[in-house]
């Protein structure tokens, strides 16, 4: 992948890697598929007669173009989309991830997706309370690890709470408080929990917001700088 296309997180003495991964059709992370893009072909015009120049120049190989003998003719893989904030774009559905460095995207330690977004979402807890920004923003999320997550993260867990998440509203303006009265909304059987090396999850997210349309920001811990956005 080109380096231009990575941002690296330091933590400890790992290198952390946001990987852009393929969509999934399903709710289950899969491993990210890398796509080659195929190098331009010249077609050729069967009923074109040749010319004396095509026929007397014949068209340089790889062997005896100029300073290329060395080189390895590799596709370059296309620009992954950002936003103005530096995260990746995703949409609903599609798998994320991040790998070390070192290992390269072949290698994820975490794969995910955001399966729903729930605008106005009901609370499944017998103790919630009512939303005090104006609705609750419930956020389904299905997660697998790898076993390099033990030596990425040395020992820590995955998760994902409401506290690592932030909203942009349609105006393009961040949310002050994404928490108010959400930690009360899910019972705990809804709620997704915290995943080790090795281990498949689904559960839900849910953030107090005012926002009915906008931009949905995940930046968790590990990740120094940048992460994943949806709009919803």
Known sequence: MNTNL???????????????????????????????????????????PPTAEAESAPMPTRETAPDEADETDEPDEP??????????????GETAGAYNEHDGPESPWLEFQVT??????????????????????????????GSELSESLYGQEVWFDSYEFSVVG????????????????LA??????RIGPGENATGMVALDVSAESGTLVFKPWF??????????
Not at 79 to 92: T, V
Not at 188 to 193: A, K, T, V
Not at 223 to 232: T, V
Request: with cysteine.
């Open 6 to 48: 990575r941002f690296a997180a330091v933590l400890a003495a790992a290198t952390l890697t946001v990987a852009g991964c393929g969509s999934s059709d399903d709710n289950q992370s899969v491993s990210p598929d890398v796509e080659a893009v195929p190098m331009p072909t010249v077609a050729e015009d069967d009923d074109a």
């Open 79 to 92: 620009e992954l989309p950002r936003s103005q904030r530096g995260n990746l774009i995703k949409e609903i």
């Open 116 to 145: 729903d977004i729930e605008v106005g979402g009901q609370c499944t807890s017998d103790y919630a309370e009512a939303s005090q920004n104006g609705h609750f923003l419930i956020v389904s999320i299905a997660a697998s690890t």
């Open 170 to 185: 349609a105006d393009g303006v961040t949310e002050n408080d994404v928490e108010g009265n959400a930690y009360m909304c």
């Open 188 to 193: 705990s059987r809804d709620e997704m929990p």
């Open 223 to 232: 990740m120094d700088g940048a992460g994943w956005e949806w709009e919803f």
